[in-house]
């Protein structure tokens, strides 16, 4: 099993470009979920997912968009890239929800000029 | 929220010696976890334990709970340089969503 991957690995962008941070993982879970870790900050949650065609927003919604049409795949959307959003993104998964253990993706590490 | 709040921030260490790391939450919880992060990497789980459990062992791990204090404790016994790396605790609710505080980065010295 490959486990969670996540491409790109790094990608710069300038403001109010739009671009899409891919998530995918092959264990068949059916929570996935995405967050940011700013310096300082420690993880904090974006959006996440209970199964395929559910979304829900975590702590920081704004600015991002994501949507789960297939178990594997989760991605995430920034239509309008702000500064603000510079940051390292990880995508994790786990069988369902009331599973406890996460396992996380190596992350991609976004720089917004 | 049941975001956990680890202390200390930074903890440095002479390998072989032990790694204390705390965490501290505010609601009742159904179990914490503790995940480790190598540099540039993701985070990896270490060690689950349960509220009704006050004490959980895994290799050189050794964690403990105390729900009337609502803290845990992280116990890495004989470090290695290897074991550099930050942590984080995860307690968790109901909810089962996962939220993570600023860590700790512990540097092993050789």
């Known amino acids: 099993n490959a486990g969670v991957t996540q491409t790109p690995k790094f990608q710069v962008l300038k403001t109010g470009q739009s671009m899409t941070l891919q998530c995918a993982q092959d264990m068949n879970h059916e929570y996935m979920s995405w967050y940011r870790q700013d310096p300082g900050m420690g993880l904090r949650l974006i959006h996440y997912s209970v199964g395929a065609g559910i979304t829900d927003q975590g702590e920081v919604p704004n600015g991002y968009n994501v949507s789960r049409s297939t178990t594997e795949d989760f991605p995430l959307r920034l239509l309008s890239a702000a500064p603000s959003q510079t940051s390292v993104y990880f995508c994790?998964?786990?069988?369902?929800?009331?599973?406890?253990?996460?396992?996380f993706g190596p992350g991609t590490r976004l720089t917004v000029l | 929220s049941q975001q956990g709040e680890e202390d200390p921030q930074a903890l440095s260490i002479q390998e072989g010696e032990n790694a204390t790391m705390n965490c501290s939450y505010k609601t009742s919880i159904n179990n914490l976890q503790w995940y480790r992060q190598n540099s540039g990497r993701g985070l990896v789980h270490l060690i689950l334990i349960r509220s009704n459990e006050r004490e959980k062992h895994s290799g050189r791990l050794r964690v403990t709970l105390d729900t009337s204090k609502k803290s845990s404790s992280l116990l890495i016994t004989a470090s290695r340089a290897a074991d550099t790396a930050s942590y984080f605790c995860?307690?968790?609710?109901?909810?089962?969503?996962?939220?993570f505080g600023k860590g700790i980065t512990l540097s092993v010295r050789p």
């Open positions: 995860a307690p968790t609710g109901a909810n089962s969503k996962l939220t």
């Open positions: 994790a998964s786990k069988p369902s929800l009331g599973t406890d253990t996460q396992y």
